[in-house]
Structures are given as structure tokens and as C-alpha cells.
């Protein structure tokens, strides 16, 4: 009976017209709109942000991020990663293994699987390299970015737009124009050439660890740099950089 509960819970989880189901852990926020008020808290801390990130996998495993975290997943409709589980079979998966799954994300004991690596051309010549997680690793990473992005949104400058929500390229271009008409007259266009390509882990990680406590996230953050990836069927190390495609790539340049 206890099982057949948990699995029917699992299911509801992805059924649009269950609006909230409280999980039966522990660790979880037994309190409607618990959630919603941490999440305000970290937002707002300031300067003592830190002290307040340090249970923030319990933020990022409650039940409606994990929800969330899964339509956005869906709403991509991205490929299966190197376990081939599709995005449409992930629900049936997740109700007979969620419950382990979350258990090893909270005792910091999940080992991420490796990446599928595809390259696609680039508008200018060349090809650029992509990863692709696993269904399973890309919805933990976007549960991760729910939580993260507010806390980091507010550290970024005004007048940066890329990869950011509610941003865009055209708001760049407009306030160009804009910059344009006061009588200006220089534009610089600068890309970092295959930055992600080689991307620090010890400096990322000793700056997130700046804003966040919770040792848990860092050490599941830590796990995703270093995930294999497949080339040809072959999974290797790596050892910098992070690769493009994942829900938590974009925000490596914080």
C-alpha cells in the first residue's frame, strides 16, 4: 500500500491539474508557501545571502521547482542523452526511481551521468560543440537554476542582456539606438573565442561558493564540471570547461 502511494504520488507530480501535493520528507517544507517565502528571503538577503543558502537543496528538490523544472524540460522537447530515456518517458521512470533519486541528491551521494556530445555549424564557419544530459540530469539542472537565477540576476549589470530573463538581443540593439541619438558613435562587439570550452573549475567553484552555503549544491555543481562526456561512444574526464546545452551552462560567466 505504502509503495503503491508513492508511486501514484510520483505520477501526480506530472499531472497538470494537481496544483500542489506536499512530499512526505523529512526535509520538506510541510508548510504551504514555505517555499515561496525562503525563496523571497534569498532574493533579498543582501549581505546575508550566504547564511541563508545553506539549505537550499531543500528549495531546490520541493515539489512544485522539481514540476516546474520538468515542463520547462518538456517544453524544450530536447533529445534522450546517452541512458536513451526520452523527455515523454521520464514521468514513468521517475515514479518507480524518483524516490531513490531524491534521496541520493539529498545525502550528496548521486554521481550525474556523462553527456552526449554533437557538434552543430556555426553561422560564420566551423562547428560549435554541444552536450546533452540525460532527461534526468537536464531537469535537476533546470530545478537548480530555478533557485539559483534569483539569487544572481541581481548581481549582474544593467546593462547586460544576454541569457537573462525578460532580456534579449533586440533590447540591446534598442539601447544602442538610444545611445546612438545622444551623439555616440562607437560600438564594441567582444566574444570570449571557446570560453566555455575552458572554463576553470576550482576559480567557478570558489566563486559560487562566495554566494552559496549549502555544500551539498556545490558538491552536486562540482560533479556536473567534471561528468564525462561521449564522443564516438566513449566517455572521458573532463577536466575545464563546461559544455554548452545544459541548463545550468549559461550561468558558468557569473
Not at 525562503?38 to 531543500?58: D, F, I, S, Y
Not at 520541493?62 to 523527455?87: F, L, P, T
Not at 544593467?158 to 558613435?185: C, I, T, V
Request: aromatic content about 8%; charged content about 20%; some cysteine.
Amino acid at each position: 500500500m505504502a509503495q503503491q502511494q508513492e508511486i501514484t504520488y510520483q505520477l501526480d507530480l506530472f499531472n497538470g491539474q494537481v496544483e500542489e501535493v506536499i512530499r512526505p520528507y523529512a526535509t520538506s517544507e510541510t508548510v504551504r508557501g514555505a517555499q515561496t517565502i525562503k525563496a523571497l528571503q534569498v532574493k533579498e538577503a543582501g549581505e546575508q545571502e550566504r547564511a541563508l543558502t545553506q539549505n537550499l537543496m531543500g528549495a531546490i528538490l520541493c515539489h512544485s521547482n522539481i514540476k516546474q523544472a520538468y515542463r520547462q524540460v518538456k517544453q524544450n522537447k530536447g533529445v534522450a542523452g546517452i541512458d536513451q530515456i526520452a523527455v515523454g518517458d521520464f514521468s514513468a521512470w521517475y515514479a518507480e526511481n524518483g524516490e531513490t533519486l531524491l534521496s541520493r541528491l539529498y545525502k550528496g551521494t548521486y554521481q550525474p551521468q556523462g553527456v552526449k556530445q554533437v557538434e552543430i555549424p556555426k553561422p560564420n564557419g566551423g562547428k560549435r560543440k554541444l552536450g546533452i544530459p540525460t532527461v534526468t540530469d537536464r531537469i535537476i539542472q533546470q530545478a537548480i537554476a530555478q533557485v539559483l537565477i534569483p539569487i544572481y540576476e541581481r548581481k549582474f549589470s544593467d546593462h547586460s542582456y544576454g541569457f537573462r530573463p525578460n532580456r534579449s538581443a533586440h533590447q540591446a540593439l534598442r539601447k544602442g539606438s538610444e545611445y546612438a541619438e545622444q551623439g555616440k558613435y562607437f560600438v564594441v562587439d567582444m566574444d570570449l573565442k571557446t570560453f566555455f570550452d575552458v572554463v576553470n573549475h576550482d576559480r567557478l567553484m570558489y566563486r559560487l561558493s562566495l554566494t552559496i552555503g549549502d555544500k551539498t549544491l556545490l558538491g552536486l555543481i562540482r560533479k556536473y564540471l567534471q561528468s564525462g562526456i561521449m564522443v564516438d561512444g566513449v566517455v572521458s574526464q573532463r577536466t575545464e570547461g563546461t559544455p554548452q546545452g545544459s541548463p545550468l551552462s549559461h550561468y558558468c560567466q557569473i
